[in-house]
Nanobody, 116 residues
């Protein structure tokens, strides 16, 4: 069992930056990690994903503005968000998906609000 705890959300003005962190209670190992976001009334959508070898992928809407990274020693994943826009407002969730078996683990989410 892995527990994920997100932090770093908050209120920021358009054009500002935030850095989200996701700390795992156990080893994240070789498993891919992802960041998702959700707004009320819409399904949760992928923001960014990072594999154990550092390979990354991003949603088109955040390419060039967001950067995902991981620290396998500290079992933590980060999401650096720059040039934030009001449409980035959402609850952001961290996900770990086990390579073996496909079990998914989710954090409780952290609210990001982009508003002037």
């Amino acid at each position: 069992q892995v527990q994920l705890v997100e932090s770093g959300g908050g209120l920021v003005q358009p054009g500002g930056s935030l850095r989200l962190s996701c700390a795992a209670s156990g080893s994240i190992g070789i498993n891919p990690m992802g960041w998702y976001r959700q707004v009320p009334g819409k399904p949760r959508g992928l923001v960014a994903r990072i594999a154990n070898d550092g390979t990354t992928m991003y949603a088109d809407s955040v390419k060039g503005r967001f950067t995902v990274s991981r620290d396998n020693v500290k079992n933590t994943v980060f999401l650096q968000m720059n040039s934030l826009k009001p449409e980035d407002t959402a609850v952001y969730y961290c996900q770990l998906r086990k390579i073996l078996g496909g079990t998914e683990y989710w954090g409780q989410g952290t609210q990001v609000t982009v508003s002037s």
